[in-house]
């Protein structure tokens, strides 16, 4: 994989956080993906919460597996380590680096094909052992790098860029997530960088497995009417404010609207999703609630978004397994290997 480096001249009058680095700081590489990607907008809103958060580059540890939603790691800062797993394998990865050491900040990366299909069951593990981890899957219910077909998260009825329908129901990673326990779970659009970057900073401050599901427009392959993850039919039940014929593919898609309001949101190809924000009255800490009402929606034909479930009271994967407080590199030799009667004795316990 081939990485463009950013050029490194920063004005003097940028604005610093609490380490003195600028957003400069925390970006990478140039994006190869396709203008107007909505993975790109995601990328600008995890630069804008890691500045914000004053996050120190070196502990910030970016996990990804495959398609191209595994290119973001590496658009994002560059001062972090990376690792990029196998198609599926990103949530193993991440809880082995994090059993290591725990005191690191792990975002991981993932699309829909890579979490929801070959990737589902390391998702499922990662959930239920409430690994300390931001996972964000970028969404766009199409496999884009090997020329879009259906993933896992596209809808019944919707039709591929070559005509084929899908017949298959959906996953739907949020209610799945809840399903296994998950202590955290939002929904937001690639393009609502102001919900997108306080659920990001929330996300990463959470103790515990935190999944954001970003709904995030395909321009390449998932843009044309037909494709319910455009929501080509809500045409039928929802008129835009403003008439649109015409977006430019080189323009991000953008939102920005009220808590407690719809906005239908015009894609690429003139067709569109319906967003509905939480209005301050939603209690997120309702698990049941929370999920009639994503539910309800899903049913209008609406994404709901924000945060939909948090829990703060559940134990995290250290305190589950009682995880030493400090990096396993950090720890004397003889701590780590206590030796072969010690390691009989622990044998003796399966016999």
Known sequence: MTFIAKPKVTHPSLPKNALGLTRRDYEGALSTLCAGCGHDSITAAIVEASWELSLEPQNVVKLSGIGCSSKTTAYFVSGGHGFNSVHGRMPSIAMGANAANRDLHYIGVSGDGDTLSIGLGQFCHA?????????????????????????????????????????????????????LGATFAARSFSGDKQQLVPLIQAGMKHKGFALIDVLSPCVTFNDHEGSTKSYAYTREHYEPAVHADFVPLEREITAD?????????????????????????????????????????????????????VESSQSEFHDINGTPDAPLNSLAYEALSPGAKALEKVLARYR
């Open 257 to 309: 609207y009220r808590e407690g309001e719809a906005l239908p949101v015009v894609m690429h190809d003139g067709s569109r999703i319906v967003l509905r924000k939480l209005d301050a009255a939603y209690d997120p800490t309702n698990r049941i609630t929370a999920w009639a009402q994503i539910q309800e929606r899903m049913k209008a034909g609406e994404y709901l978004t924000g945060l939909l479930y």
């Open 127 to 179: 959930i239920r052992r409430n690994v300390n981890m931001l996972y964000i899957i970028e969404n766009n219910g199409v496999y884009g790098l090997t020329k879009g077909q259906f993933s896992a998260s596209a809808d019944i009825g919707t039709k591929a860029k070559k005509g084929e329908t899908n017949f298959q129901p959906p996953i739907d990673p949020v209610l799945l997530a809840m399903t």
